[in-house]
Antibody, heavy 122, light 108 residues
Framework: QVQLVQSGPEVKKSGTSMKVSCKAS????????INWVRQAPGQGLEWMGW????????KFAQNFQGRVTMTTDTSTSTVFLELRSLTSDDTALYYC???????????????WGQGTQVTVSS | SYVLTQPPSVSVAPGQTARITCGEN??????VHWYQQRPGQAPVLVVY???DRPSGIPERFSGSNSGNTATLTISRVEAGDEADYYC???????????FGGGTKVTVL
């Protein structure tokens, strides 16, 4: 069965960086891109960006341009999210989500990781 | 860029029907997808491509999309349906996913 298993919680200081992993299993890793979505406490879902597990191409939401990196390790079927210059506003649950790969309007998220809590303190 | 507008909350008695809307100009021309997020859990896809249900999702969950409003309908509401619900579209022009603000469904 398809599973996305994320790394454990992190506590970071303002100004530092975080790196969260998402290990995929149960399907052909390079067939579906991975998206990252975050959720601040008591807030809704915020799309951060996407990485193609086939080519490594990425696309980021405007809010994160310049301080986010997404990478893949095909040897371990793992995707990484790195976010730099952290502030308290980055305190959130970070989710990875598999996209369908169908393209266009039919890009939605059929499997999600369990979420990784990142807390940023000053 | 799309801004998907959802009501913050919907309350419904058990056994009744809950309707959650997702509004945007001409959203009927897009495919809309819906997620359920129970407290403390990751989101789960409940409807995709306006009207389709993933395997394992009860038939009580249905979707529609026309004009400026997409709707997720939950029939014969149960206590376990209490959750936040989010609509989502893919903006092909920017290659971005867009989420609605979410609707909290409370079962009275």
């Amino acid at each position: 069965q398809v599973q996305l298993v994320q790394s454990g919680p992190e506590v970071k200081k303002s100004g530092t960086s975080m790196k969260v992993s998402c290990k995929a299993s149960g399907y052909t890793f390079r067939s579906n891109g991975i998206n990252w979505v975050r959720q601040a406490p008591g807030q809704g879902l915020e799309w951060m960006g996407w990485i193609s597990t086939y080519s490594g191409n990425t696309k980021f939401a405007q809010n994160f341009q310049g301080r986010v990196t997404m990478t893949t390790d095909t040897s371990t079927s793992t995707v990484f999210l790195e976010l730099r210059s952290l502030t308290s506003d980055d305190t959130a649950l970070y989710y990875c989500a598999r996209e369908t790969g169908l393209g266009g309007d039919l890009e939605y998220f059929d499997y999600w990781g369990q979420g990784t809590q990142v807390t940023v303190s000053s | 860029s799309y801004v998907l507008t959802q009501p913050p909350s919907v309350s419904v008695a058990p056994g009744q029907t809950a309707r959650i809307t997702c509004g945007e100009n001409n959203i009927g021309s897009k495919s809309v997808h819906w997620y359920q997020q129970r407290p403390g859990q990751a989101p789960v896809l409940v409807v995709y491509d306006d009207t389709d249900r993933p395997s394992g999702i009860p038939e009580r969950f249905s979707g529609s999309n026309s004009g400026n409003t997409a709707t997720l309908t939950i029939s014969r509401v149960e206590a376990g349906d209490e959750a936040d619900y989010y609509c989502q579209v893919w903006d092909s022009a920017s290659d971005h996913a867009i989420f609605g603000g979410g609707t909290k469904v409370t079962v009275l």
